[in-house]
């Protein structure tokens, strides 16, 4: 739903009975060099007593800054579900710089967990957004910015941009949480909600840093910085799943899957409206997890972007024909 379904176990996103294709190799623990702004780069960051995981591909401007979706890490932009694919960031990295980032306490599977110092859980959504802005600042990664963010990152991305508005100059929203939905899903089903949220995905539960994150609160921080930061005029791309996400067996009683999808779709609708010629994409081949199964969607939606900074005359102002990414 945003995450919460086999978080950090892509193999089991779609009930797959057989482990995806391809996992990235992940590096040792050598330090980033900040300024290697043309160099791929991955390895630990200081940024002031802490440790963050960063890794930079490709170059050019602007910078891409991909942000993973609760409780997934860095690597969720580069593992493959099926041979021959071009997986996100590399695929990015082909036509401008690109990073992502390992946030505290997210994982790949339960042998793969976050790189870097844990911090004690569970976090706001506030802190999420001053510690990305410490790691971009620290890793001296060239501005401005477009993010492309998935499931809850897509809030950490405008709370991002509402704070740092100078910095960002376009969104790519993969799926992602709108601040709308506890109130859509209405308490009974917000209360079945975060029950499923809740706790460590199977496997996990040795792991006592993993990521939590108050969502009620940290959608009453995006709506209160929508409204005194409304998000300016820059190129938008929201991307929806187009299938239902698969529900695990711990479903609690009342759960209601149809309501849930129904106000998923209603949120898409809003981030979709935050710009009066945003473009709005609807993953027909995919569930929750777009950029595994679609991949090349992602792509071409931040290539349009970047293409929008780079020349603002390919983004068609409001009212005019915004084609969908083919």
Do not use: K
Request: aromatic residues 6%; contains cysteine; proline residues 12%.
């Amino acid at each position: 739903i945003h995450g919460i379904i086999a978080v950090g176990h892509p193999t089991q996103i779609h009930g797959l009975p057989t482990p995806l294709t391809a996992r990235p190799q992940r590096a040792g623990p050598a330090t980033a060099s900040p300024g290697a702004a043309a160099t791929d780069v991955a390895g630990l960051v200081d940024i002031g007593g802490r440790r963050r995981w960063l890794e930079c591909r490709g170059a050019g401007g602007p910078t891409v800054v991909l942000v993973a979706g609760y409780r997934n890490d860095a690597d969720i932009w580069s593992i493959q579900a099926r041979p021959g694919q071009t997986m996100v960031l590399p695929g990015v990295a082909a036509f401008t710089r690109v990073c992502a980032y390992d946030r505290p306490g997210t994982i790949l599977d339960p042998e793969n967990v976050s790189r870097g110092d844990p911090v004690a859980m569970p976090r706001s959504a506030e802190a999420i957004v001053a510690e990305l802005h410490a790691l971009l600042r620290a890793a001296a990664v060239p501005g401005p910015y477009i993010l492309a963010a998935h499931s809850l990152g897509g809030l950490f991305a405008r709370l991002y941009a509402a704070t740092y508005p100078d910095e960002v100059v376009g969104l790519v929203l993969v799926d992602a949480w709108a601040e709308a939905l506890p109130g859509l899903l209405g308490p009974e089903q917000w209360a079945a909600y975060e029950e499923l949220a809740g706790p460590a995905p199977p496997g996990m539960e040795w792991y006592p840093d993993l990521e939590e994150v108050d969502f009620a609160a940290a959608s009453a921080a995006m709506a209160e910085a929508a409204a005194a930061h409304p998000l300016p005029p820059l190129p938008l791309v929201v991307i929806s799943r187009g299938q239902p996400v698969a529900l695990p067996p711990t479903v609690p009683a009342g759960f209601d899957a149809d309501g849930i999808e129904r106000a998923w779709r209603a949120g898409q609708d809003h981030l979709a409206s935050l710009q009066p010629n945003a473009r709005h994409i609807v993953a027909t081949e995919s569930d929750h997890y777009v950029q595994i199964w679609q991949p090349e969607l992602v792509i071409t939606a931040i290539r349009q972007v970047v293409e929008a900074v780079r020349d603002p005359s390919t983004w068609p102002p409001p009212g005019a024909a915004t084609p969908a990414p083919a």
